[in-house]
């Protein structure tokens, strides 16, 4: 799962957005501050940059439903 975490999210935000979902939320989005809490589903951003992009593009699709 987290060795292919940007094809795994681009494939589930691909899929709400086709099947035209109304919202979704992710857990967990974090800075560094937060980086000793990390349980291994953990994103960081800006440093995790290709998943980071994934979100933002997400997140800017459904602002602009």
């Known amino acids: 799962l987290l ?3 940007a094809a ?3 494939d589930w935000y691909s899929q ?3 099947q035209g979902v109304n919202g979704d939320t ?3 989005l974090a800075d ?3 980086s000793g809490n990390n349980d291994g589903y953990l994103v960081l951003c800006p440093e995790d940059v290709e998943v ?4 933002l593009r ?4 459904m602002n602009e439903k």
């Open 3 to 5: 060795n292919n975490r």
């Open 8 to 10: 795994i999210l681009s």
């Open 16 to 18: 709400m957005e086709i």
């Open 26 to 28: 992710f857990w967990m």
């Open 32 to 34: 560094n501050y937060f």
């Open 52 to 55: 980071c992009e994934i979100i």
């Open 58 to 61: 997400h997140a800017n699709y």
